[in-house]
């Protein structure tokens, strides 16, 4: 299964990167998305799990959670904006992978058994770092990541 991993909008929901998360079977926001109109195209391309970020005050963004819990193809994936928010063990809660964004910087790191994937920033470009998004590929109850410069 390949879930197209996207964060960090801020309202700019680039055409390349609506095709590259076409076909992909599902889509996890991390944040930051800017206006309502993102969640809309983007779920007209998969089914979408999002999570708000410290900019998402608007009236709309009120029923975007904080965090979200979502199990795809046999494992568990926790998406928050901000790492920093963390309050649990996500290895002791048996997730596989923690998907957030916040920083504008991707990364993809394990630790204690758990992938961490920030996908970076897709919207406006943000000083000198690159405009990209992700996907996370889950085979067999395993998963890994990829990070694709926009």
Not at 94 to 107: N, R, T, Y
Request: aromatic share 4%; net charge positive.
């Amino acid at each position: 299964m390949k879930v197209g991993l996207i964060s960090d909008t801020h309202g700019l929901l680039r055409p390349e990167a609506l095709e590259r998360l076409r076909g992909c079977a599902h889509i996890v926001h991390g944040g930051d998305i800017g206006k309502p109109g993102i969640l809309e195209a983007l779920g007209a391309v998969a089914p979408v799990t999002a999570v708000r970020g410290n900019n998402d005050r608007a009236p709309w963004a009120r029923h975007v959670p904080h965090t979200a819990q979502v199990r795809l193809a046999g494992v568990r994936l926790f998406v928050i904006h901000d790492l920093a928010d963390l309050d649990i063990d996500p290895a002791a809660e048996g997730f596989a992978a923690v998907i957030s964004g916040h920083s504008h910087k991707p990364l993809v790191r394990e630790a204690a058994g758990v992938l961490f994937v920030n996908p970076g920033s897709a919207g406006p470009r943000r000083f000198t770092l690159p405009v990209s998004l992700g996907y996370l590929h889950i085979r067999r109850a395993k998963v890994s990541a990829e990070l694709v410069e926009l």
